[in-house]
């Protein structure tokens, strides 16, 4: 049995460092599903179908887990459920629009133009919820932004982009903000890390069929195993584990400051880039990776980044 009980205005160091932690190991499983996904696009599954794909494989372990051994947090809090609902919505339109993104974009310009969703939440919050940052934290977002410019290189080949892959950039950054700020609602009312996951998951998948029928889903590609690996590693690795990651954190750490630590996935992908594919790293990356990595200690050692005595948690009784 569980209670709800409110922390003190600022959740202790250590919480807020493991929060941040937490978030800099999801943007680091983000980084390897990126390979992941642009392999199996270049092996014939549409963008649309492997971010509807992610949504299943992460989302039936979960769901059986909860029935099996957690029965209890399959309701979510009344006060919570508009804030998940939204959530699984967002998670609909920011994997089908970043998706859609790096298909038409070189990855890192599309990363770099999702990555302002971090800056849009820092706006949010100041003006619609009145809870105005910090100004380090928003210091910490800008250095973020502009690192995740350099790391990826989008500073270089804009003249000549596809309009239709910007326009999804875009909307991938909007829908990353939206889906932060409804996963720290929904902590704040009450809801467990698991709940508003599996619950939005299953949004999600229902949300999905409806656009596009499960049934349709191109099953026989998975006669190669090369795309069966994959997708489960899109996933399980790029999905399932750093989404419970990032709505755990967002139990401690506010929406904002969970943004600027995961903009450390540009980082990531660059030096798997490096490691993996042989590519070299210029002067400007690590430049940026350095921008990159200060921003995320700056908000961390922030004691604005604290998502405050509004977040829930859950304590055994």
Not at 25 to 53: D, N, Q, T
Not at 60 to 66: D, F, G, K, R, T
Not at 132 to 158: H, N
């Amino acid at each position: 049995m569980t209670k709800q009980i409110r922390p003190h205005a600022h959740p202790d160091r250590r919480a807020v460092v493991l929060a941040t932690l937490g978030v800099v190991l999801a943007a680091f499983c983000w980084g390897i599903s990126a390979i992941f996904a642009k392999g199996a696009f270049e092996r014939g599954i549409p963008p649309v179908r492997m971010a509807e794909a992610r949504i299943a494989v992460a989302g039936i372990p979960l769901l059986l887990y909860l029935l099996l051994r957690r029965r209890d947090l399959l309701v979510p809090p009344r006060a919570a459920r508009g804030a998940i609902l939204v959530f699984g919505l967002g998670l609909v339109a920011v994997n089908a629009a970043y998706y859609t993104a790096i298909d038409r974009l070189p990855v890192g310009i599309a990363i770099s133009i999702q990555y302002t969703g971090p800056v849009l939440v820092l706006i949010f919050s100041a003006l619609m919820l009145r809870r105005a940052p910090d100004r380090r934290i928003w210091a910490a977002g800008l250095v973020t932004l502009a690192g995740a410019v350099l790391v990826s290189g989008a500073y270089a080949g804009l003249g000549s982009l596809d309009p239709l892959g910007v326009a999804a950039a875009a909307v991938s950054a909007i829908t990353f903000a939206i889906y932060l700020l409804s996963a720290e609602a929904a902590g704040r009312w009450g809801a467990h890390s698991a709940t508003t996951l599996g619950i939005g998951f299953l949004v999600a998948a229902v949300a999905w069929g409806a656009w596009l029928p499960w049934w349709s889903w191109p099953f026989d590609r998975l006669a190669d195993p090369e795309i069966v690996l994959r997708v489960l590693g899109v996933g399980l690795v790029g999905t399932l584990l750093p989404f419970l990651l990032m709505v755990t954190a967002l139990r401690v750490i506010s929406a904002g400051v969970a943004g600027i630590a995961a903009t450390s996935e540009p980082v990531f992908a660059s030096g798997l880039a490096w490691l993996l594919l042989g590519q070299a790293l210029e002067l400007p990356q690590l430049v940026g990776g350095a921008l990159v990595v200060a921003g995320v200690v700056l908000a961390q050692v922030t004691r604005g980044g604290a998502a405050g005595e509004s977040v829930a948690v859950e304590v055994a009784a």
